[in-house]
């Protein structure tokens, strides 16, 4: 079958990708659906993975991909045939159950990554558990796609992680990735003031079209003062983040007393400087997130199919194009998602 791989670990990873038409193809396990893919959206964990990601054994070459949209044409052992002939999109986060053990309490739930820990989305063919899919109709494959796991990630962040509030202030630095746009999305739809920077001019103002209320250009310097100018010296409810080292302290220095950042990642390294006497005084609370359940994802997707969230969406490959596209992101060049059309 058609697949986009990844042949070897390094950096960068766009030399590394290629297109083949030799990739044998999945079948279906127990309780499995396989999902003729339609489309396929690119994410900085496809980059981490061909980076090489520590503690995970990667077979290579490997296939990437934690988003994918397409029609169930077989499934396995355990699934109803109901499933087949649906158009469904992917939740890549599949709970593993922890091993019980005597005097060990469970310490909460452990995924395991389609596109990551095992074969993903960039193929024509992909499996998943039927309990990892949702039937779509017939929205668009392609913003199906685009919006799925940004949106998840996103609307953990906000909603269950910092419990979000109609009104509230959220300061989402580095707009122009998925999972800030997403956020972006969401505040809006919760009626919040949105702040956001980037160090490119042109993203600051493709983000005010989409309706953020302030916009900050990045300098590399600290803009904390720029973002408390913008809320009348009072601060931000909530940071919404995953650039990590480079933002880390402006974004605390940025924070209303009782603020919340979340953050779900850390592309500019995890080696940030804080400001502890800043949170205890302050009494800011900064927590992680990660992914999403099945619960959330269905609530986000709601909002999709009834039209009340989007995704932006960068660009759309072939996947014969798979080495411009990787290296389209790994430049930091997009605004929104970059998709394959299969």
């Not at 803009?223 to 809320?231: C, E, G, Q």
């Amino acid at each position: 079958m058609r697949a986009i791989e990844v042949t070897r670990q390094g950096t960068p990873v766009a030399p590394n990708v290629r297109f083949t038409e030799a990739r044998a193809e999945p079948e279906p396990g127990i309780g499995e659906v396989r999902v003729r893919t339609e489309a396929s959206a690119l994410n900085h964990l496809d980059l981490w993975v061909g980076r090489g990601l520590p503690g995970i054994d990667v077979q290579w070459p490997t296939v990437g991909g934690s988003d994918g949209a397409g029609i169930v044409d077989r499934v396995g052992e355990g699934v109803d045939a109901a499933w087949i002939g649906q158009r469904v999109v992917l939740n890549a986060a599949v709970v593993r159950p922890e091993r019980a053990l005597p005097g060990r309490a469970p310490a909460g739930e452990d995924l395991w990554m389609i596109g990551e820990h095992g074969p993903g989305t960039h193929a024509a063919l992909f499996t998943a558990p039927a309990t990892n899919v949702v039937a779509i109709g017939d929205a668009d494959p392609v913003q199906a796609a685009a919006f799925a796991l940004t949106h998840l990630t996103a609307w953990r962040m906000l909603v269950t992680r910092a419990r979000l509030q109609a009104g509230m202030t959220v300061l989402i630095p580095g707009i122009g990735g998925g999972v800030a746009l997403a956020a972006l999305g969401i505040a809006r739809h919760f009626g919040c003031t949105t702040v956001v920077t980037s160090r490119h001019a042109s993203k600051l103002e493709r983000a005010k079209a989409l309706g953020a209320d302030h916009a900050i250009l990045d300098t590399g310097k600290d803009w904390s003062r720029d973002v408390r100018s913008a809320t009348g010296g009072r601060g931000v409810d909530v940071v919404a983040e995953s650039v990590g080292k480079a933002v880390h302290l402006a974004c605390i220095k940025s924070m209303a007393r009782g603020g919340v950042l979340v953050t779900c990642g850390c592309t500019t390294g995890a080696d940030a400087t804080t400001d502890l006497t800043r949170i205890f005084w302050n009494q800011l609370s900064v927590v992680g997130s990660t992914m999403g359940s099945m619960d959330e994802f269905r609530s986000v997707m709601a909002l999709f199919r009834s039209g009340a969230l989007c995704p932006a969406v960068d660009h759309v490959f072939a996947p014969e194009a798979a080495t411009e596209a990787y290296a389209r992101l790994e430049a930091g060049d997009q605004f929104g998602k970059i998709v394959f059309r299969w």
